[in-house]
T-cell receptor, first 116, second 113 residues
């Protein structure tokens, strides 16, 4: 069975500082990894994904994530945080053995709070 | 912005009522999903469909039912709402293929009194 762990319930960072939101995963074989963001009273918005290729993936709103196979991690990063980045972030995984029918497995979410 | 819609956005209803939460997408996606999410908490898959007339239950047991008569439409029904059903319900869709992301609707926040 595949699983995702987001070890931090909340991350606090000052505006202009770099941010990291952590994610580790467990899956058989090569994973497909995703990051989503959820603003208050909204659905989830897709940020970026890793399928294959370059370990550093660039996504929307200046976010990027680094796939590390040896550490089974896919941490979300941004060089300079904005107050408007404050939201709930979800990491998700799907395994290669999946027929493609099933949904993603989501982490528990990390609340990012960027202080002005 | 993804073309996936949910209605109503907010619903407050009494115990015992039958309700249907609507979800539709205009992207021609074969796969559709329903998730249940308590505010600020993780998502739990309750139903999914990989095409017309095909539906399956997800990881979290739910008393709701779904149907998929048309590709673009995936409604969720509760025959008799209870306070324990109070939650946010998120609908999503995606193309065939393991590496494709899901697109989410805005959600329906349901409160059962």
């Amino acid at each position: 069975a595949q699983s995702v762990a987001q070890p931090e319930d909340q991350v606090n960072v000052a505006e202009g500082n770099p941010l990291t939101v952590k994610c580790t995963y467990s899956v058989s074989g090569n994973p497909y990894l995703f990051w989503y963001v959820q603003y208050p009273n909204r659905g989830l918005q897709f940020l970026l994904k890793y399928i294959t290729g370059d370990n550093l993936v660039k996504g929307s709103y200046g976010f990027e994530a680094e796939f590390n196979k040896s550490q089974t991690s896919f941490h979300l990063k941004k060089p300079s945080a904005l107050v408007s980045d404050s939201a709930l972030y979800f990491c998700a995984v799907r395994g290669p053995g999946d027929t493609g029918r099933r949904a993603l497995t989501f982490g528990s979410g990390t609340r990012l709070q960027v202080q002005p | 912005e993804a073309d996936i819609y949910q209605t109503p956005r907010y619903l407050v209803i009494g115990t015992g009522k039958k309700i249907t939460l609507e979800c539709s997408q205009t992207m021609g996606h074969d796969k559709m999903y329903w998730y249940q999410q308590d505010p600020g908490m993780e998502l739990h898959l309750i139903h999914y469909s990989y095409g017309v007339n095909s539906t399956e239950k997800g990881d979290l047991s739910s008393e709701s039912t779904v149907s998929r008569i048309r590709t673009e439409h995936f409604p969720l029904t509760l025959e008799s709402a209870r306070p324990s059903h109070t939650s946010q319900y998120l609908c999503a869709s995606g193309r065939q293929g393991t590496g494709n992301e899901q697109f989410f609707g805005p959600g329906t926040r349901l409160t059962v009194l």
